[in-house]
């Protein structure tokens, strides 16, 4: 295969595609690792009683459709001094498609109910209602590391191609065995 030089357009859209995997994955990772260890740490923190000062429900609309969430906000006091927080769990949110799943979920914590608040006895700003780790972070974790992923892969296969200045994918005929199918 006769050398060619990477088209400048090429060049480009693979160092932004590359560059928004890599900022993608590297965020998805680390807050994704930063609620696990919080959610495992979550179970041996002190605690507190405190009380729901709102229940209701929040409605968010983007481009994959409209997504109810509950949302719950609380107060409670650590030596002396009140705190508030809307965190029910460590990790992502769960939206749910209605209005009746997302109320139902937020009517567990109803305005003036005590509740039992773990909070981070290092910083106790940081508090939640649920202790423990959730799948979902599990699952973000997961994605935010593919994500990371892909884009050194195609990050590589630009740099290769810069470097030898012949595709990477034209020396796989593999592919193109595959593509013929």
Do not use: C, Q
């Not at 590359?18 to 740490?41: E, T």
């Not at 719950?72 to 769990?89: Q, R």
């Not at 979920?105 to 006895?121: D, E, F, H, I, L």
């Amino acid at each position: 295969m006769e050398n060619s030089e990477m088209p400048i357009t090429v060049a480009i859209f693979g160092f932004i595609m590359s560059s928004s995997f890599l900022i993608a994955g590297a965020w998805a990772f680390l807050f994704s690792l930063r609620d696990i260890r919080r959610g495992r740490a979550s179970k041996s923190w002190p605690t507190t009683t405190g009380k729901i000062t709102f229940s209701g429900i929040k409605k968010v609309s983007d481009s994959e459709g409209t997504f109810y969430f509950p949302d719950i906000s609380y107060e409670y006091s650590v030596d002396g001094v009140t705190y508030l927080s809307d965190a029910i769990h460590f990790g992502p949110a769960r939206g749910f498609a209605f209005p009746s799943s997302a109320r139902k979920r937020a009517s567990k914590y109803t305005v003036g109910m005590p509740v039992t608040v773990y909070y981070n006895p290092e910083d106790p700003n940081i508090a939640v209602l649920e202790p423990g780790i959730r799948t979902s972070s599990f699952i973000f974790l997961g994605l935010g590391a593919l994500s990371f992923i892909i884009g050194i892969f195609i990050f590589s296969v630009l740099i290769y191609w810069l470097i030898t200045g012949s595709p990477l994918i034209t020396n796989l005929p593999w592919f193109f065995e595959w593509m013929k199918k």
